[in-house]
Each structure stands twice: as structure tokens, then as C-alpha cells.
């Protein structure tokens, strides 16, 4: 198996605005690059906003050794409900501590030295009051599972995941790829796992021709696949191989081909102004309020 990376975690924002104050002004993170897409039917109930959808990659340092956050926005939606699937992310960063005190953003010590917080939308992260890593800041995700032991099977056997540590009394392990990048943590939620409408997608990138061994593994165990080994083209840019399975829980999981995906995520110097001039030109609360309709709850 070659190497393999962790990319990013997708998030659904409902106010875009609030949670672009969040990542940049409270965690210090930069807009990488920003996309805005038109389709849906201009016809349906939430008119020009119907389909209308906007994704902010946000992060460190570029997504080629960062692992960094993709901030997806529906205009048409205004909230989404949490379930217990996605347990938070966990940084290290004294200034991040320093902006949630400067901003007066809520902010509670859980450990010493270590803070939780949660962006808009209710999504959780713990901040270590530790000076910022000069690699990337960003140590783990943590999902919940039903079964750790199931979940162990998938992420290490399946999966190729190392275990770096298992700990059977707080039934949790963290698992990577590798010793400098990001890892995934699992704990059990102790019962089922409820993905609400907020449910989120991890991703992945491997080697392009690594993509149908996956493919061919997943359907040889009986796992679920969401989207079979496809080619997805992006106007002016690289085309890229993308499978997207889900785990025993139904998380998400996106593996990526690293070599066409390292093109397409160049970072976009223009990015920051990108977003700034798509949320000035956004009227969607206004038309939703002539209209005396409510931005739909997903």
C-alpha cells in the first residue's frame, strides 16, 4: 500500500458569515480557495437560492501537508440539526485561546491547558494552550462509533489505518497514516450513531492506482460504497478519481486520487477576497425575509 493522507473534514454551514469569523479570526486559519455553484431549478420553492451552494476550503497552510476544513454552504438552508457522529477537533493553538478570550467567544477549560469551544452551527473544538506547531496544528478528528471493535476492523484492517493507541477503558483508539499528520480518533458513543442533518464526510487520498483496489476490497467484504470509482471534472483544473464509502456507523469516507487532487487544491491567493465578495453579494436572508419565509431547517 502506498502513501496515504488525511485531507480534510467537511462541514455544513448555515450561517456563513458567523463561521468565517470563526475560522479565521478565532482558529487563524486562511481561505485556501472558494467556489461558488449555480445549479438547482430556478423555478422551485427558495427561487434563485434553490441548489445555489458554496464551498470554502479553510486551513493552516496548503492542503498539500495541512489537514484542513471544507466549509459547505446552501443558501437556501438555514440550520442543520447535530447528531452524535462528529465529536470534535482538536488543535493546538495558544492564539486561538487568546482570540475566542479577545472575541468573547465562549470558551471553557475541559482539561488543563485545554479548551473546548464550538464554531457556529455547534461543532465542537478543543484548543491545547500550547504555542502553534510549526507543522500543522490540526492533531485529530474524533467520530463516534457503536462498536469499537467493528470500527477497529474497518479503519486497520480494511482500511490500512495504524493503531497508535487503544484504550479498552475509555473505549477509544486513534488511528493514522502516518506519524505527522492528522489522525483519526474513535470513541463509542455507547448506542447507536445518530448523523442528524449536520453529518459531515472525512477524506482521504491515496495513489490513483490504488482507487480500485479499494473499490474491489469494499465489495469483496460486503461494505457499503456511496459512490463507485468515478471521474469528476472540474472546469480549468484537474480531473480527479473519487470513491466515497461508508463506514460499519455510515461515516462518510472519501478516498481521492493524491495526484490529480494535489493540483486541484493549489491554494488560490485570491481566496480570502473570493469569499469576502460572495458573502457581501449574498441576499438570501433579505429574500427569504420579503418573502415571510424562513430559511429551511435540514
Known amino acids: 500500500m502506498g502513501a496515504r493522507r488525511a485531507l480534510h473534514f467537511v462541514f455544513k454551514v448555515g450561517d456563513r458569515g458567523r463561521s468565517a469569523r470563526f475560522y479565521r479570526e478565532l482558529l487563524g486559519m486562511r481561505v485556501l480557495r472558494h467556489e461558488e455553484f449555480e445549479e438547482g431549478c430556478k423555478a422551485s420553492c427558495n427561487g434563485p437560492y434553490d441548489g445555489k451552494w458554496s464551498k470554502t476550503m479553510v486551513g493552516y497552510g ?65 484548543l491545547e494552550d500550547k504555542e502553534q506547531l510549526k507543522e500543522d496544528p490540526v492533531l485529530k478528528v474524533t467520530l463516534g462509533v457503536s462498536d469499537l471493535q467493528k470500527s477497529i476492523n474497518y479503519w486497520s484492517n480494511l482500511l490500512g489505518m495504524k493503531i497508535y493507541e487503544k484504550d479498552e477503558e475509555k473505549q477509544r483508539v486513534l488511528l493514522g497514516y502516518a506519524d505527522n499528520q492528522c489522525k483519526l480518533e474513535l470513541k463509542n458513543v455507547g448506542g447507536a450513531v445518530d448523523h442528524g442533518t449536520a453529518f459531515g464526510r472525512i477524506a482521504f487520498s491515496c495513489a490513483k492506482e490504488e482507487l480500485p483496489n479499494i473499490e474491489a476490497l469494499m465489495k469483496k467484504e460486503n461494505q457499503k460504497i456511496l459512490t463507485p470509482l468515478v471521474s469528476l471534472d472540474t472546469p480549468g483544473k484537474a480531473t480527479v478519481q473519487v470513491i466515497i464509502l461508508a463506514d460499519p456507523d455510515g461515516h462518510e469516507i472519501c478516498f481521492v486520487g493524491d495526484e490529480a487532487f494535489r493540483d486541484l487544491s493549489k491554494v488560490d491567493p485570491n481566496g480570502d477576497k473570493l469569499l469576502d465578495d460572495a458573502m457581501a453579494a449574498d441576499k438570501s436572508d433579505k429574500w427569504f425575509a420579503e418573502k415571510k419565509m424562513k430559511k429551511a431547517s435540514a
Do not use: C
Open 62 to 126: 496548503p492542503e498539500d501537508n495541512h489537514f484542513v476544513a471544507e466549509l459547505t454552504y446552501n443558501y437556501g438552508i438555514g440550520e442543520y440539526r447535530l447528531g452524535n457522529d462528529f465529536l470534535g477537533i482538536t488543535l493546538v493553538s495558544s492564539q486561538a485561546v487568546s482570540n475566542a478570550k479577545k472575541l468573547g467567544w465562549p470558551l471553557s477549560e475541559v482539561a488543563t491547558g485545554m479548551f473546548e469551544t464550538e464554531a457556529p452551527g455547534g461543532y465542537k473544538f478543543y
